[in-house]
T-cell receptor, first 115, second 113 residues
């Protein structure tokens, strides 16, 4: 697509439920990143992919968080057994090629609220 | 490992006066540096980037930043603030070793009429 698309834009869930957040990157972009941004904070790195390979998942807070990008395009970030502390804006970004010099283009984000 | 420090969490300036938002970085490899802006309830937009070419980088909306290796700094400036510049600004470092983009904690810019 023309931009990075994230869905849902807003998700309210109850503690203990699983949630799946979807990211559709710019068409042809190789690299895909997930970030989490708490209110009043900067985006915090979670994980990133080149094509379908997860290159770095060091930012995932614990094993309740997982991400996949099975066909090297759309990615899903899954949070199992959600907790209130998981409430945040989850942002996805993509870049054309694997390079620290490339611009990241961000989606509008998915705001997760865990009650 | 990379890291970035934004020295001011809040900056207030009067409209028409200069803006200075400070950023220091740490990187094991040759860094790339970026500034992103986030307006209220909006996404992150790239202002400018440095990737080992000219050390003075010009961005959108009259912003520029200078890469100073000796000071490990990448401060963002604008000669004359406009009301529409009020937003949160993030300094970002990445390097060719990890391809990981690390964000600072942000500086909230307030522009007074």
């Amino acid at each position: 697509g023309a931009g990075v698309s994230q869905s849902p834009r807003y998700k309210v869930t109850k503690r203990g439920q699983d949630v799946a957040l979807r990211c559709d990157p710019i068409s042809g972009h190789v690299s895909l990143y997930w970030y989490r941004q708490a209110l009043g904070q900067g985006p915090e790195f979670l994980t990133y992919f080149n094509y379908e390979a997860q290159q770095d998942k060091s930012g995932l807070p614990n094993d309740r968080f997982s991400a996949e990008r099975p066909e090297g395009s759309i990615s899903t970030l899954t949070i199992q057994r959600t907790e209130q502390r998981d409430s945040a804006m989850y942002r996805c970004a993509s870049s054309a090629v694997p390079s620290g010099a490339n611009v990241l283009t961000f989606g509008a984000g998915s705001r997760l609220t865990v009650l | 490992a990379q890291s970035v420090t934004q020295l001011d969490s809040h900056v207030s300036v009067s409209e028409g006066t200069p803006v200075l938002l400070r950023c220091n970085y740490s990187s094991s490899y040759s860094p790339s540096l970026f500034w992103y802006v986030q307006h209220p309830n909006k996404g992150l937009q790239l202002l400018l980037k440095y990737t080992s070419a000219a050390t003075l980088v010009k961005g959108i909306n009259g912003f520029e930043a200078e890469f100073k290796k000796s000071e490990t700094s990448f401060h963002l400036t604008k000669p004359s603030a406009h009301m529409s510049d009020a937003a949160e600004y993030f300094c970002v470092v990445s390097d060719s070793g990890t391809y990981k983009y690390i964000f600072g904690t942000g500086t909230r810019l307030k522009v007074l009429a």
